[in-house]
């Protein structure tokens, strides 16, 4: 019971990025069918799987090197989120008042994430005294709990996209440059 408990608590905590970008993915897609928030959602929901899990062989197999990267997580969350962000503000300035239906790329995807999951390997550390398969079990319990707040954040972005139309682009993109900022702020102190 601790274990799910546990993981459930840590699942929540770790998947408020995810939730901030998928929620910037719904503004920036307004008119999102139901396969592609499930996509992005499993796509969250799997790298929060992923990240602890990592981390645990780290913590079991290659320590030293693993805390030498740690230094360097919260820099590269930040350099991911600010460019997707960037990139987002750049095409919401750019438009005219053309309304057009906008999507999130395999690669943005990906980009996103990662960013909003390498915090996660630090998970590693906190599940190190159990075994592979509570390991397994904790990680995949994280992913679960991911990915149904990234799915409902994907939903409420859309929501909201509806209502905001022609900005969702820059208000996406400031989200995802606060997110990145935030994700390296906490790191570093």
């Not at 929540?12 to 990025?17: R, V």
């Not at 550390?125 to 990680?139: E, P, Q």
């Not at 679960?144 to 994907?154: A, Q």
Request: charge should be neutral; glycine fraction near 12%.
């Amino acid at each position: 019971m601790t274990l799910l408990l546990n993981s459930i608590f840590l699942g929540i905590g770790l998947a408020m990025d995810a939730f901030s970008v998928s929620m910037a993915n719904g503004l920036h897609d307004a008119n999102m069918k139901i396969r592609k928030m499930t996509g992005i959602s499993f796509t969250f929901g799997f790298f929060q799987f992923l990240m602890p899990l990592i981390g645990w062989i780290c913590v079991h197999t290659i320590l030293q090197v693993f805390i030498e990267f740690e230094k360097i997580i919260p820099w590269i969350a930040l350099i991911l989120l600010c460019y997707i962000g960037g990139s987002l503000l750049k095409e919401g300035f750019s438009k005219e008042e053309k309304v057009e239906e906008q999507t999130i790329g395999i690669k943005g995807l990906l980009i996103q994430g990662i960013a909003t999951s390498i915090d996660a390997l630090s998970v590693g550390f906190t599940i190190a005294h159990y075994n592979f398969t509570n390991a397994f079990i904790s990680s995949l319990i994280i992913g679960i709990v991911t990915f149904i707040i990234s799915f409902s954040g994907v939903k409420i972005g859309k929501i909201f996209g509806m209502k905001l139309a022609n900005k969702a682009s820059l208000l996406g993109g400031f989200i995802l440059i606060c997110i990145g900022f935030e994700i390296f702020i906490t790191g570093i102190f």
